[in-house]
T-cell receptor, first 114, second 112 residues
Framework: DGGITQSPKYLFRKEGQNVTLSCEQNLNHDAMYWYRQDPGQGLRLIYYSQIVNDFQKGDIAEGYSVSREKKESFPLTVTSAQKNPTAFYLC?????????????FGPGTRLTVL | QQQVKQSPQSLIVQKGGISIINCAYENTAFDYFPWYQQFPGKGPALLIAIRPDVSEKKEGRFTISFNKSAKQFSLHIMDSQPGDSATYFCAARTSGTYKYIFGTGTRLKVLA
């Protein structure tokens, strides 16, 4: 089955720790995205990547880092610099440049800082 | 100017009724307007989408109405069912970019 997988589903972190969220897709999509979802605030873009070895900051990139070493993988690291990391994190992918390329979302990772 | 304003925040509809969710925008460079459906604990899934050169698009019980001059678009769910209970997000994308702007979501509850 083609799709996007995110792991883990739930993640608990102590303050001061970095954690990495995994995102893998087998849709052969060029573009991948990370969003943060908080209650009542919709989806906010953290980082996106158009091609391998290239990525761009979104609207709320501070305290986060990403890498794109492989087409199918786009891991997100939540660093200790992120002041309020507790949220639902969503990864998405799309075909790439061109009009109307649909974004497909993964099932999400819920991160809780203890 | 980059915002997409969505209303209402929550909506309760009787089974068989019509659910209507509205979105408004300012940026005239937006060229693609999708609606997503999200169930609790799941990622959003594309429901239906429209381009600004079309005033209405219908897929089954779901219809998007688009008013370019008013910069508004809305989702209509006909014959609403309890299984439609979910959060719905509108979104907009600027042509030639990868960035989507999402509305804040509408939590729909359809009573049996």
């Amino acid at each position: 089955d083609g799709g996007i997988t995110q792991s883990p589903k739930y993640l608990f972190r102590k303050e001061g720790q970095n954690v990495t969220l995994s995102c893998e897709q087998n849709l052969n999509h060029d573009a991948m995205y990370w969003y943060r979802q908080d209650p009542g605030q919709g989806l906010r873009l953290i980082y996106y990547s158009q091609i391998v070895n290239d990525f761009q900051k979104g609207d709320i990139a501070e305290g986060y880092s990403v890498s794109r070493e492989k087409k199918e993988s786009f891991p997100l690291t939540v660093t200790s610099a992120q002041k309020n990391p507790t949220a639902f994190y969503l990864c998405a992918s799309s075909i790439g440049w061109g009009s109307y390329n649909e974004q497909f979302f993964g099932p999400g990772t819920r991160l809780t800082v203890l | 100017q980059q915002q997409v304003k969505q209303s209402p925040q929550s909506l309760i509809v009787q089974k068989g009724g019509i659910s209507i969710i509205n979105c408004a925008y300012e940026n005239t460079a937006f060229d693609y307007f999708p609606w997503y459906q999200q169930f609790p604990g799941k990622g959003p899934a594309l429901l239906i989408a429209i381009r600004p050169d079309v005033s209405e698009k219908k897929e089954g019980r779901f219809t998007i109405s688009f008013n370019k001059s008013a910069k508004q678009f809305s989702l209509h769910i006909m014959d609403s069912q309890p299984g439609d209970s979910a959060t719905y997000f509108c979104a907009a994308r600027t042509s030639g970019t990868y960035k989507y702007i999402f509305g804040t979501g509408t939590r729909l509850k359809v009573l049996a």
